[in-house]
């Protein structure tokens, strides 16, 4: 049997990379036949890494069987796996995100979660000795997961583990991490063809706060003047988006990666409401600058209230 390895819907970079090194992992390493999957397309940046070290895009698949084995990596949200994921064989999950709840296998699995910045990183360790072995095109795709998800050490989320792994990658690769993370980086901010209903689900996860349920969207850009440019009818489509997904409101935070600060849009009183009871401030206006804000897990996601 192949076990299908896949991370979250609206995949990002660590959900693009990481299902390609564990399933290379235990194809060549474990003698368990594995094949990556994506649950939607890629982001411009994940798209950008999988051309720049010649990576097939995996198979993107809808839904999930009773006759799959299955290792969920990145994720343990069932609001970001299939419909089916609890028929299907789970036999492993490697995440890095705060522990959810729901899922359900038919015995006992390894679980590997840990308060690392990036789920490549975990991998990385877990292979052993065997991540010597790691083919350029892998470790150049656990690179570019580490940069993506630290937003070259930025982010909060960051631990010394996270930046001696980057590091040792690069010094292998022949690469400066300053200058490949601008190219990931530029990559990321060119959503120029994307509309407004993609951008609000391109990096999205679906939380409940105080009763209500929010899409919770982060755009990172090193331009976010071009976003932001588009802001009134990114809200106004805020609305049908909610409506489609079946959630009560969506919220865009529009990440400054080289200013490390945070615009959320502010397209009514409820996110007027909230954005003022979770980061302490004084809303006027559709939009709000949040200083020192870039991390959905560590910053955005544990101080949401009403």
Not at 9 to 21: A, E, L, N, R, Y
Not at 90 to 110: F, K, R, Y
Not at 132 to 160: H, Q, V
């Amino acid at each position: 049997m192949t076990t299908l390895v896949f991370g979250h819907k609206s995949p990002d970079t660590d959900s693009t990379g990481s299902p390609i090194i564990w399933a290379w992992y235990l194809s060549e390493k474990l003698d368990r036949p594995a094949e990556a999957r994506l649950l939607g397309e890629p982001n411009t940046e994940a798209a950008f890494v999988l051309e720049r070290w010649n990576l097939d895009k995996p198979q993107i698949i809808e839904d999930v069987g009773a006759e799959d084995e299955v290792v969920v990596v990145d994720t343990n949200n069932l609001a970001e796996l299939p419909a089916s994921i609890n028929e299907a064989t789970v036999v492993e999950v490697i995440d890095h995100h705060l522990l959810q709840g729901g899922l359900a296998t038919t015995s006992p699995i390894n679980i590997t979660m840990r308060p690392v910045a990036c789920t490549a990183t975990i991998m990385h360790d877990l292979m052993g000795e065997a991540a010597a072995d790691m083919p350029e095109a892998i470790k150049g795709a656990m690179l570019s997961c580490i940069l993506s998800d630290t937003l070259e050490f930025r982010s909060p989320t960051t631990t010394a583990v996270d930046k001696a792994l980057a590091e040792k990658l690069a010094e292998e690769l022949g690469l400066s991490i300053p200058d490949y993370a601008a190219e990931m980086f530029a990559a990321k901010s060119d959503v120029s063809a994307f509309s407004d209903a993609e951008l609000l689900r391109m990096d999205s996860k679906e939380y409940e706060v105080g009763g209500k349920k929010f899409r919770v969207s982060v755009l990172e850009t090193t331009a976010p003047g071009v976003v932001l440019d588009r802001k009134d009818s990114l809200a106004a489509t805020m609305e049908t988006v909610a409506a489609e997904d079946g959630v009560d409101q969506v919220l865009l935070f529009v990440v400054d990666i080289l200013n490390e600060e945070a615009t959320l849009l502010v397209p009514n009183d409820l996110v007027k409401d909230l954005a003022e009871k979770s980061f302490d401030t004084s809303v006027e206006g559709d939009s709000v600058v949040l200083p020192g804000i870039v991390s959905r897990k560590k910053q955005i996601i544990p101080n949401l209230t009403l």
